[in-house]
């Protein structure tokens, strides 16, 4: 009778799907999903402040992550007239850089689950410190790979380690909110970073860029080593440690009931706690100063799964993949644009500057801050309202729904851009498309980014919580080898197909990607049910070594 109940409740179970309202008390409560232990050490349980203090520390890296990779493009005709580099190796270095970013989280996820978060994050600034110094330093073809190399290797772990801390502290009905404030120091560091470097190597040098990106790094290394806490959680109970099939902390992946049949039964079980309900047990204490930063928080668990998960959830879990497909490939547009511009907004009839071709960025900042909103503290508040509409359950489905728009904006802004420039640099005539219309382009670009971004991330984070960094490790991985082949193969490519018909087909492919909304709309949940039982697996082999 026992396994015929776990039958059941395997077959109706989807990952993913929580009960947030209480909707059977006199006035709805918000349910906190995942549950925090009754551990005041754990990070679900910390106060606003360090919570606040430690994200706005990794977002902060975040940002000068991205400035540091996206600051070279406004270097490149400086570069060109002083090292003699072609057009051709300034991509190739491009292009190196995205393959360290791609190939990195292979190596730096599994040291995350093995030695906890700070670690890395001491180590990914650190290496990118170095980075930023050799970029400044550069006189060779071999030299300008390996720095861009080193670049993207330090950089490999920004986004996928941000979503961990953010699985690591936040609950479910603020994931968007805070991958949206990933995604604006994200588009601050990769738009308004060539705004600011612009001006520098037109009155310092281009390497005074990479000199700037020294110091602030720095900083940056300073405040990580003595502020920053370790936010992996080891569940201890009265100073013992946990068993990890009895730990006070509920994962998703432990519902003894399905939500499912909450139109079957008076009652729905919620794998959460209501948030008014204090859970603080005052026998454990609280971590002093120098036991919050440790230098490793190491685990029992093997490494050897970090490694195999990644693909395995890639070409496994339709939510994982629809997450790749669609941030590699908004991703890719920003490849393009970027580095189209820095190729020939030098040239007439724009003859811009670096400072010219800096401030073309500011567009896409100002598209990434309207689109915030959409990705982020909207879609909380959209799934908290659908969530009452369902009886208080929760489905990841429900942030899609403000996805769907982005199938106009996306391919629009690809138009936009590319086909003002294609006339621009093709037509026979003194004065192209005035540059207006390439920045509103970039600008709804700017738009798409930030709003796709923080809904996809937010909707794989939802589905998948328990396994959230290997998943990642997929996305960044298919999202940086699109760029890879993309500026590998983009000098022969606008050669051969022409810059008007190469954002036509581009803009196609987006508008098919950005559909993909649609079937996940219908056939979402009857997928991540198909997938519970490898989802369970996956999970328990982390969550098993989760103690010491």
Same mark, same amino acid.
């Given at each position: 009778?026992?396994?015929?109940?776990?039958?059941?409740?395997?077959?109706?179970?989807?990952?993913?799907?929580?009960?947030?309202?209480?909707?059977?008390?006199?006035?709805?409560?918000?349910?906190?999903?995942?549950?925090?232990?009754?551990?005041?050490?754990?990070?679900?349980?910390?106060?606003?402040?360090?919570?606040?203090?430690?994200?706005?520390?990794?977002?902060?890296?975040?940002?000068?992550?991205?400035?540091?990779?996206?600051?070279?493009?406004?270097?490149?005709?400086?570069?060109? +007239?002083?090292? &003699?580099?072609? /057009?051709?190796?300034?991509? @190739? %270095? $491009?292009?190196?850089?995205?393959?360290?970013? *791609?190939?990195?989280?292979?190596?730096?996820?599994?040291?995350?689950?093995?030695?906890?978060?700070?670690?890395?994050?001491?180590?990914?600034?650190?290496?990118?410190?170095?980075?930023?110094?050799?970029?400044?330093?550069?006189?060779?073809?071999?030299?300008?790979?390996?720095?861009?190399?080193?670049?993207?290797?330090?950089?490999?772990?920004?986004?996928?380690?941000?979503?961990?801390?953010?699985?690591?502290?936040?609950?479910?009905?603020?994931?968007? +909110?805070?991958? &949206?404030?990933? /995604?604006?120091?994200?588009? @601050? %560091? $990769?738009?308004?970073?060539?705004?600011?470097? *612009?001006?520098?190597?037109?009155?310092?040098?281009?390497?005074?860029?990479?000199?700037?990106?020294?110091?602030?790094?720095?900083?940056?290394?300073?405040?990580?080593?003595?502020?920053?806490?370790?936010?992996?959680?080891?569940?201890?109970?009265?100073?013992?440690?946990?068993?990890?099939?009895?730990?006070?902390?509920?994962?998703?992946?432990?519902?003894?009931?399905?939500?499912?049949?909450?139109?079957?039964?008076?009652?729905?079980?919620?794998?959460?706690?209501?948030?008014?309900?204090?859970?603080?047990?005052?026998?454990?204490?609280?971590?002093?100063?120098?036991?919050?930063?440790?230098?490793?928080?190491?685990?029992?668990?093997?490494?050897?799964?970090?490694?195999?998960?990644?693909?395995?959830?890639?070409?496994?879990?339709?939510?994982?993949?629809?997450?790749?497909?669609?941030?590699?490939?908004?991703?890719?547009?920003?490849?393009?644009?970027?580095?189209?511009?820095?190729?020939?907004?030098?040239?007439?009839?724009?003859?811009?500057?670096?400072?010219?071709?800096?401030?073309?960025?500011?567009?896409?900042?100002?598209?990434?801050?309207?689109?915030?909103?959409?990705?982020?503290?909207?879609?909380?508040?959209?799934?908290?309202?659908?969530?009452?509409?369902?009886?208080?359950?929760?489905?990841?489905?429900?942030?899609?729904?403000?996805?769907?728009?982005?199938?106009?904006?996306?391919?629009?802004?690809?138009?936009?851009?590319?086909?003002?420039?294609?006339?621009?640099?093709?037509?026979?005539?003194?004065?192209?498309?005035?540059?207006?219309?390439?920045?509103?382009?970039?600008?709804?670009?700017?738009?798409?980014?930030?709003?796709?971004?923080?809904?996809?991330?937010?909707?794989?984070?939802?589905?998948?919580?328990?396994?959230?960094?290997?998943?990642?490790?997929?996305?960044?991985?298919?999202?940086?080898?699109?760029?890879?082949?993309?500026?590998?193969?983009?000098?022969?490519?606008?050669?051969?197909?022409?810059?008007?018909?190469?954002?036509?087909?581009?803009?196609?492919?987006?508008?098919?990607?950005?559909?993909?909304?649609?079937?996940?709309?219908?056939?979402?949940?009857?997928?991540?049910?198909?997938?519970?039982?490898?989802?369970?697996?996956?999970?328990?082999?982390?969550?098993?070594?989760?103690?010491?």
């Amino acid at each position: 009778m026992v396994n015929e109940q776990h039958d059941r409740d395997e077959t109706f179970w989807a990952p993913g799907t929580v009960a947030l309202e209480d909707v059977h008390r006199t006035r709805d409560q918000l349910v906190l999903f995942p549950t925090p232990s009754s551990d005041p050490n754990d990070p679900l349980n910390w106060s606003t402040a360090r919570k606040a203090l430690n994200f706005t520390l990794v977002s902060f890296f975040v940002l000068w992550t991205f400035v540091q990779l996206d600051i070279g493009f406004t270097a490149w005709g400086p570069m060109e +007239t002083e090292l &003699g580099f072609s /057009v051709d190796i300034l991509n @190739a %270095g $491009a292009a190196v850089n995205y393959g360290g970013l *791609g190939i990195g989280c292979f190596f730096f996820i599994p040291l995350v689950h093995k030695y906890g978060r700070r670690p890395i994050y001491i180590f990914s600034v650190a290496l990118q410190l170095a980075s930023c110094i050799w970029q400044a330093e550069i006189y060779s073809v071999g030299g300008f790979i390996g720095a861009n190399l080193i670049s993207g290797l330090g950089g490999a772990i920004s986004e996928i380690i941000v979503q961990i801390t953010v699985a690591d502290l936040f609950f479910v009905h603020q994931h968007a +909110t805070m991958n &949206g404030w990933f /995604v604006i120091f994200q588009s @601050a %560091g $990769a738009f308004l970073g060539p705004v600011a470097s *612009g001006y520098i190597v037109d009155s310092q040098g281009w390497r005074w860029m990479w000199w700037w990106c020294v110091i602030f790094f720095g900083v940056t290394l300073v405040c990580v080593l003595f502020l920053f806490e370790e936010s992996k959680y080891v569940p201890v109970l009265e100073g013992q440690v946990l068993n990890p099939q009895s730990d006070t902390r509920t994962d998703s992946f432990k519902d003894s009931k399905a939500p499912n049949q909450a139109d079957d039964d008076a009652e729905v079980s919620h794998p959460g706690v209501l948030a008014s309900q204090p859970r603080i047990n005052p026998n454990i204490k609280p971590k002093t100063y120098w036991q919050r930063m440790p230098w490793v928080t190491v685990s029992s668990e093997s490494m050897w799964p970090h490694f195999t998960q990644p693909i395995v959830t890639l070409f496994t879990f339709p939510a994982v993949t629809y997450a790749a497909i669609t941030y590699g490939s908004t991703l890719a547009w920003f490849a393009i644009m970027t580095s189209l511009q820095a190729s020939y907004m030098l040239l007439p009839p724009y003859n811009f500057d670096a400072i010219g071709i800096g401030l073309m960025n500011l567009p896409p900042f100002i598209g990434a801050m309207i689109g915030f909103p959409v990705g982020g503290w909207l879609s909380d508040k959209s799934i908290l309202w659908l969530s009452k509409k369902n009886n208080g359950i929760y489905e990841p489905e429900m942030r899609l729904w403000l996805a769907l728009p982005v199938a106009i904006f996306g391919p629009a802004s690809l138009l936009m851009f590319g086909l003002g420039l294609a006339y621009s640099t093709y037509a026979n005539i003194r004065q192209g498309v005035h540059w207006s219309l390439l920045a509103v382009g970039f600008g709804v670009y700017g738009f798409t980014l930030a709003s796709v971004s923080g809904i996809s991330l937010s909707y794989l984070m939802d589905c998948y919580q328990d396994v959230i960094g290997n998943a990642l490790v997929g996305v960044i991985f298919m999202r940086n080898i699109i760029s890879v082949i993309v500026l590998f193969v983009l000098t022969p490519w606008v050669n051969g197909m022409g810059m008007q018909n190469l954002h036509v087909l581009c803009a196609m492919v987006a508008f098919a990607i950005y559909l993909i909304p649609v079937p996940l709309l219908i056939w979402g949940k009857k997928a991540r049910v198909a997938t519970a039982k490898s989802y369970r697996a996956m999970a328990e082999k982390q969550v098993t070594h989760r103690a010491v």
